[in-house]
C-alpha cells in the first residue's frame, strides 16, 4: 500500500466546490485500485481567512506543507481583498516559497469538446507550455519613486516624459542565469520525452536584455539536446498562431509573464478555462496542482462551475507522484465524459451541476 499525504487548500470562490469534485476522484482511484490511499488535509487559507486574522495563511504556513507530498489547490481571490495581496500572499508565496519554478500547463482539445477555432479538432491542438514560475516580472522588484528622489533622478534621464512627471514608477523583470537555464532544460528534456520539437517563446526584438538573453540560453542549452527540433517565436506572433496554426506546437518554453498571457488564450482552444489544468512543479521538491482560472466569484456556491479543470489537475498531481495508472484511468474518464457530452456544464453548454461531473467522472472510473 502506497500512501501520499496531500495539502489541500480549497481556497475562495469556486474553489471549494471543484476542489470537492477533485478529491472525490481521487478517492476513487484510490478505491478502484486496492494499493493507494490519500490523506488529505485541508488548511482553510484564502480570503475570508485573511478578513478574520489579517493574512492569507499563517506565519509558519510554508513549514506546515512541508510536511506534504504535494498541494491541492483550489482558487485564490475574493472582491473584498486586493488581488495583488490575495495572490501574492498565498499562491505565489507557494510557488516561490517551494521553488517552484515549472509551471506546466497542458494544452489539449479533447474529444467532444466545442472549438471556438473553425476547423481544428483534437489532433490540432495538442500542445504543452513550460512556463518559468519564479522569476521575471513577478518577482516583485520595482517602485514608485516621487520627483527628487534619487532613483527617480535616475530614471529622470532617460527621457521626456519621465523628466516631466511627478512620479516614476518601475516593475522590474529579473531574470538569472540559473532560473532561465533550469527551466528551458526541463522543456527540452520534455519535448525530447515527447519525441517532438520545442519553441522559444520571447520578445528578443523588443526586450533587449532579458530576452536577447533568455534566447541565448535556449541556444546553448539545445546544443545538448540534438534530437529536439528548435524553433524561435515572439510572444505576439504566438498569440497569432495558436489561433491560425495550433497544430505547429508541441512544446513551448516562456518566461513567466508571457506563460500567464498565453496559456489563457491556450485554455480557450482546448475549450475554455473550465478544461485548463496547471501544475506548478518542483522537480526535486513539493509541487502544486491547480485549475489555472481563478475563483469566479459570481458563480460561488451554485454549483455551476467545471470541475473537470481541477479533476485533470488531480490527474498530473498523480503522475507527479509517480502514479501511473491512476493517472490514466483518471484521464481516460474525463475523456469519456467529455466524448459522451451527456453529463457537462455550462461553459459546454450543458445544464449539469459541478458536482453530476464529479459523479460522472466517478462512474466512469468504477466501470473500468
Ligand atoms: C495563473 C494566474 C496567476 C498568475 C495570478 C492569479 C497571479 O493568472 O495562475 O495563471 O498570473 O500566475
Ligand atoms: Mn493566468
Redesign the pocket.
Known amino acids: 500500500m502506497r500512501e501520499h499525504r496531500i495539502a489541500v487548500i480549497p481556497g475562495d470562490g469556486i474553489g471549494p466546490e471543484v476542489i470537492r469534485e477533485g478529491v472525490k476522484v481521487l478517492e476513487t482511484v484510490s478505491k478502484k485500485l486496492g494499493d493507494i490511499t490519500f490523506e488529505f488535509r485541508y488548511f482553510p487559507w484564502g480570503c475570508e481567512y485573511y478578513l478574520k486574522n489579517g493574512q492569507m495563511m499563517p506565519e509558519d504556513g510554508l513549514e506546515k506543507l512541508e510536511k506534504f507530498e504535494a498541494v491541492y489547490l483550489g482558487a485564490?481571490?475574493d472582491p473584498r481583498v486586493p488581488?495583488h495581496v490575495s495572490?501574492r500572499e498565498l499562491?505565489?508565496k507557494i510557488r516561490f516559497g517551494f521553488d517552484q519554478y515549472i509551471n506546466l500547463r497542458p494544452v489539449k482539445l479533447l474529444e467532444g469538446v466545442p472549438c471556438p477555432l473553425k476547423n481544428k479538432g483534437p489532433k490540432d491542438i495538442d500542445f504543452v507550455v513550460v512556463r518559468e514560475n519564479t522569476e521575471g516580472f513577478?518577482t516583485g522588484v520595482g517602485g514608485r519613486y516621487k520627483r527628487g528622489s534619487s532613483e527617480y533622478n535616475r530614471l529622470a534621464k532617460i527621457k521626456k516624459t519621465f523628466a516631466d512627471s511627478e512620479k516614476i514608477v518601475t516593475q522590474v523583470g529579473v531574470f538569472s542565469s540559473e532560473g532561465v537555464e533550469r527551466v528551458i532544460r526541463y522543456a527540452f528534456g520534455l519535448a525530447k520525452r515527447r519525441g517532438g520539437h520545442l519553441t522559444c517563446c520571447t520578445k528578443s526584438n523588443a526586450l533587449n536584455y532579458s530576452m536577447v538573453y533568455w534566447d541565448e540560453v535556449f541556444k546553448k542549452v539545445a546544443k545538448e539536446y540534438p534530437e529536439v527540433k528548435t524553433d524561435f517565436a515572439f510572444v505576439d506572433a504566438i498569440c497569432m498562431w495558436f489561433v491560425k496554426n495550433p497544430e505547429f506546437f508541441d512544446v513551448i518554453v516562456a518566461d513567466n509573464l508571457f506563460g500567464?498571457i498565453i496559456?489563457?488564450l491556450g485554455a480557450m482552444i482546448q475549450g475554455g478555462m473550465g478544461l485548463a489544468p496547471?501544475g506548478n512543479i518542483n522537480p526535486d521538491g513539493l509541487s502544486m496542482f491547480?485549475p489555472?482560472h481563478?475563483s469566479a466569484p459570481k458563480y460561488t456556491g451554485r454549483n455551476v462551475a467545471d470541475p473537470i479543470a481541477t479533476i485533470w489537475a488531480g490527474q498530473m498531481m498523480l503522475e507527479q507522484l509517480g502514479e501511473k495508472k491512476a493517472a490514466s484511468m483518471i484521464m481516460k474518464a474525463i475523456k469519456k465524459v467529455l466524448k459522451d457530452s451527456k453529463v457537462r456544464t455550462k461553459d459546454l453548454g450543458g445544464t449539469s451541476a459541478t458536482s453530476e461531473v464529479g459523479d460522472a467522472i466517478v462512474e466512469s472510473i468504477l466501470k473500468m
Open positions: 485564490i481571490g488581488d495572490l499562491l505565489l513577478y500567464d496559456t489563457d496547471g491547480e489555472i481563478g
